[in-house]
Antibody, heavy 114, light 116 residues
């Protein structure tokens, strides 16, 4: 069974860079026909897509976040990462790594505060 | 105007059917898009329920009961999630999603379904 697990800091200071990693087991991130990426959910709010990548190397970003986020893949370790610069309190959320659209990690809460 | 909108809440009785709508902005041709549906309960990640584009292009997620089905209402430019035989365990937030050609992956704001 495919499993995804997020890891990263629970607390990030405003204006700093947030880095998250997603470890994948039970399947390969280089499998054709699947997109992998990140979705977040602010406390008490709805879901917001951040970014996807495809095994071929194509990346897709939410236009509202493009320029602040980078998604990257490490196929040798079957994991992928998210980097978000210049974070603010508005970036406080549970961050999920996903395989579009059927498998989700449990999520990791990131709080942006000084 | 948001690309995808959902009513914020819906109530229905146990054993009844609930029809959750996902209205796509009028300039977006719903016929070109798969509609994805997710269920989320407090403290848990969203669960993939199903996707629907047409009767020949649809999929229910692993382990999802056949009580959950999808469709489209072309006249309303909306996707529909139908839950039949409502059970108390169906009480949750439900989100729809499409992958728009320029906006990317877009979620509706979610519908809180109350079973009472």
């Amino acid at each position: 069974q495919l499993q995804l697990q997020e890891s990263g800091p629970g607390l990030v200071k405003p204006s700093d860079t947030l880095s998250l990693s997603c470890s994948v087991s039970g399947g390969s991130i280089t499998s054709p026909n699947y997109y992998w990426g990140w979705i977040r959910q602010s406390p008490g709010k709805g879901l917001e897509w951040i970014a996807y990548f495809y095994y071929s190397g194509a990346n897709y970003y939410n236009p509202s976040l493009e320029g602040r986020v980078t998604i990257s893949a490490d196929s040798s370790n079957n994991r992928f990462s998210l980097r978000m610069i210049s974070v603010t309190a508005a970036d406080t959320a549970v961050y999920y790594c996903v395989r579009h659209a059927d498998f989700w990690g449990l999520g990791t809460l990131v709080t942006v505060a000084s | 105007q948001a690309v995808v909108t959902q009513p914020s809440s819906l109530s229905a009785s146990p054993g009844a059917s609930a029809s959750l709508t996902c209205t796509v902005r009028s300039d977006v041709n719903l016929g070109n898009y798969r509609i994805y549906w997710f269920q989320q309960k407090p403290g848990s990640p969203p669960r993939y329920l199903l996707r629907y584009n047409s009767d020949s292009d649809k999929e229910r997620g692993s382990g999802v009961p056949s009580r959950f089905s999808g469709s489209k209402d072309a006249s309303a430019n909306a996707g529909i999630l139908l839950i039949s035989g409502l059970q108390s365990e169906d009480e949750a937030d439900y989100y729809c999603m499409i992958w728009h050609s320029t906006a990317g992956v877009v979620f509706g704001g979610g519908t809180k379904l109350t079973v009472l």
